[in-house]
Structures are given as structure tokens and as C-alpha cells.
């Protein structure tokens, strides 16, 4: 594998505790398969995983990139459905989710690699895998993009002043190699000061407050109204309520002029309330990817077959985007680094712009408050914006050799 100056510092260390910030597309996914395979291949009966937020996001980012590495005479047995290889030293390599940090515990590893810590919750170190390291001496790599100063940055902090066993990096995304100094500059452009600092510049922004800072009601509330073309909605489904704002585009500009709050409800319910209002439209739907296999009304039914037995055309992700992200989009829309405003609210849409003006982060962490009832029409919003106009654009980078 042919790793950049800034990947081999970071392969290179002999920290049993690595800890790397990096901005997008630095390439951390390609350094943590080199982190892994090396600790695979080193000694024989090696037990090292690969974790990753979601047990979805550690697939679609990680499995294929290290199978690719991996030389097939190495390898003895892979299981794509538990994601797990095994190679001819006895060595193994499972990639894992941290949805339930419990589920982790009971296995004594060799290695680990914590991929985006900061969108993990704290115990998935301190309380599970932190232990799991202990019976073999082993080691662990921590490496991922900022989100605030949270549990990620106070173990990149421990590192960074000289901790016993640590080491510390910090990279750009422009250090990495792989995005052209111009893509950078664009997307300097098109995003807002504090999101392109933590996202390409890898820095540790402080949230504080407001979540949706781009948001003012002067500038961003506009009088828009409906031009019988496609109606773009974007939905989040829950008992009470059931949310869904809807949108139409003009160009790279998006209006929402109308939203449905339903208390009580269920998807059924939402459907027909949509057609009462825009009987006959075509309508494409952008709700949360959990609609894939949630079921809220009676029968069995999913969310995502209730909305394609309507009639609806249904865009969503196969698996959640970072909660980050979706915040991220919707903030660069709303008001981007030039001082551009791409998105707007009707000014009957008022529970769309209460919930803009006052969702805030829980104090002194940079986790969206969920207790005050403002999440879910935002949420609405995020799952429509970002799908639209997401912020993680995947530039095309090289594919790693196979492990020499």
C-alpha cells in the first residue's frame, strides 16, 4: 500500500495510543486498512477490528478497501455478512458498529481502529474497549474529522500534551493529497466559516448555543409560494409527530412553502394528508433512511412501502448520514462562507422557523437537544437538504494496492 508522508507518520508511530484529526478526504479509511492489516499479519492469532459508528457505515466505508489490500493468498476465509476475515496465520479482522457499545465487550483484542470517535458515544472506549485491550498489551488507533470539543478532543488533547503511551496528529484535508487545492477553495465557498474549519481544516470548533447559526429570520424567512411542478419532501417519522416539510427548487435555491405536523399519527396518515393537499403532483419523498425497515402503521408494513404504494418516489441513503452532516448541510444552504442564501421559509411554515430559531445543543456538549421537540421538523429538513446538497462529497481517490 502506498501511503502519503502524512499517512506513514501516522503508520509509523510506536504509541500504543495513536490519536489523528484530519479534515475529509485526507485519507483516513486507507490509513486505518493499513493500520489493520499490519497488526493482522504481524504475528500469528491476531484479533483486530475495525469500528465504526454504525455497523452500516463500517461496510459501505470500510470491507471493500480492506478486502482489496489484503493479498488473496493471505487470506483464508472471509464472511461478508459478519464482515469478518480470516487469514492463513490464524490471524482475524472484524469490522463492527458502536450503535450498542455493550455489544462489543468479550473479546480480547489485539488491536483496534476507532474510526469518526466523535460520533460514538463516550463508553465505547472507556467502559468496553479499553478493557478488551488490556489481556493482550494491544493497541489502538483513534482517527477521525472534529466534532467540537468532546470526548474525541480530550483524548487527542492527552496525546497532544505528551501523555505516557500516546501520540498525537492533526491534518488538513489539503495535507492528505487527495482533493485539488481548488476543489478546497470551492467548497470554502460554498460552505460556512465554522463548518469548512472543522471539516477540511480539521480544527476543534467550539458549539455552543444555536445549532442552525445560519438561520435569520430577516434574510431567510421569504414568501414563497407553490409552482405546480415536483414537490420535493422531506419527512421524519414519528408517533407525535409525525413532520414533513415541503419544498420545491428553483435552480440551487430551495424554498419551503408549506409543512405538515401531525400529533398522533402514522405514515398512512401523512400520505393522505399530502394528496388531500397536492392532489395529482408528483411527488418525491426524502425521508429518514430507518424507513427502509421501521414500520409506524398496522400490517407490517414499512414506512419506505407505504410511501411507494402511494405513488410517491422515495429518495433516501441506504444507511443514516452523520448527524453532523445533515446539520452541516443545512447551515451551508441557509448561509454559505460568501455570504450566499440558498435556502428558504415561507413564513407560514412556522413551526419550521421556531424550530430553526431555537434547536440548540445539550450545554457544553455539541449532541442536539432532543428534549424540546425542535428536532423533528428539523429533521425533516436535514434528510431533504442533505440528500440534495450534501456536504461529504466523495472525490475520487486511489484504490490501495494489495499489501506487499
Request: hydrophobic share 35%.
Amino acid at each position: 500500500m502506498q501511503l502519503t508522508k502524512p499517512q506513514s507518520l501516522i503508520y509509523m508511530s510506536q504509541a500504543r495510543f495513536v490519536a489523528c484529526v484530519a479534515g475529509r478526504r485526507f485519507g483516513k479509511t486507507f490509513t486505518s486498512v493499513a493500520s489493520l492489516v499490519r497488526a493482522a499479519v504481524k504475528a500469528p492469532n491476531q484479533n483486530v477490528w475495525y469500528v465504526a459508528p454504525t455497523y452500516g457505515a463500517a461496510k459501505e466505508i470500510c470491507w471493500t478497501m480492506l478486502i482489496n489490500a489484503i493479498p488473496a493468498e493471505y487470506i483464508a476465509k472471509t464472511n461478508e455478512t459478519s464482515l469478518t476475515i480470516r487469514l492463513i496465520n490464524g490471524s482475524y479482522i472484524a469490522l463492527k458498529g458502536a450503535e450498542k457499545p455493550n455489544l462489543l465487550r468479550g473479546r480480547a483484542l489485539n488491536h483496534v481502529v476507532l474510526d469518526e470517535f466523535s460520533e460514538m458515544r463516550p463508553e465505547t472506549w472507556y467502559e468496553v474497549l479499553r478493557a478488551s485491550l488490556s489481556d493482550r498489551n494491544g493497541s489502538c488507533l483513534f482517527i477521525g474529522t472534529p466534532k467540537g470539543r468532546n470526548h474525541f478532543y480530550d483524548l487527542w488533547a492527552k496525546a497532544k500534551d505528551g501523555a505516557d503511551g500516546w501520540e498525537s496528529f492533526q491534518y488538513t484535508t489539503l495535507d492528505g493529497g487527495n482533493v485539488p487545492p481548488e476543489e478546497i477553495e470551492s467548497a470554502r465557498n460554498d460552505l460556512d466559516e465554522r463548518t469548512f474549519k472543522q471539516e477540511y481544516e480539521a480544527a476543534f470548533v467550539t458549539y455552543a448555543g444555536l445549532i442552525y447559526y445560519g438561520f435569520n429570520r430577516e434574510e431567510s424567512v421569504l414568501a414563497c409560494s407553490d409552482d405546480n411542478g415536483t414537490l420535493l419532501v422531506g419527512m421524519d417519522f414519528n408517533v407525535s409527530p409525525m413532520s414533513a416539510c415541503i419544498a420545491i427548487r428553483k435552480g440551487g435555491k430551495l424554498y419551503i412553502f408549506d409543512e405538515i405536523c401531525l400529533f398522533g399519527s402514522n405514515t398512512d396518515e401523512m400520505v393522505a394528508e399530502i394528496r388531500n393537499r397536492y392532489p395529482r403532483r408528483n411527488v418525491i419523498v426524502f425521508p429518514d433512511p430507518a424507513s427502509r425497515q421501521r414500520k409506524s402503521s398496522a400490517g407490517g408494513r414499512t414506512d419506505l412501502s407505504i410511501l411507494t404504494n402511494a405513488g410517491f418516489s422515495v429518495k433516501c441513503k441506504s444507511s443514516h448520514a452523520l448527524i453532523r452532516d445533515r446539520i452541516n448541510a443545512v447551515n451551508s444552504r441557509l448561509l454559505s462562507s460568501d455570504g450566499e442564501r440558498h435556502l428558504f421559509v415561507s413564513p407560514k411554515c412556522k413551526q419550521t422557523i421556531k424550530s430553526l430559531e431555537r434547536h440548540t445543543y445539550k450545554e457544553g456538549t455539541s449532541i442536539p437537544n432532543k428534549d424540546d421537540g425542535y428536532d423533528h421538523m428539523n429533521d425533516a429538513l436535514g434528510y431533504l437538504v442533505e440528500y440534495l446538497f450534501p456536504v461529504r462529497t466523495d472525490y475520487a481517490t486511489p484504490q490501495p494496492q494489495r499489501w506487499t
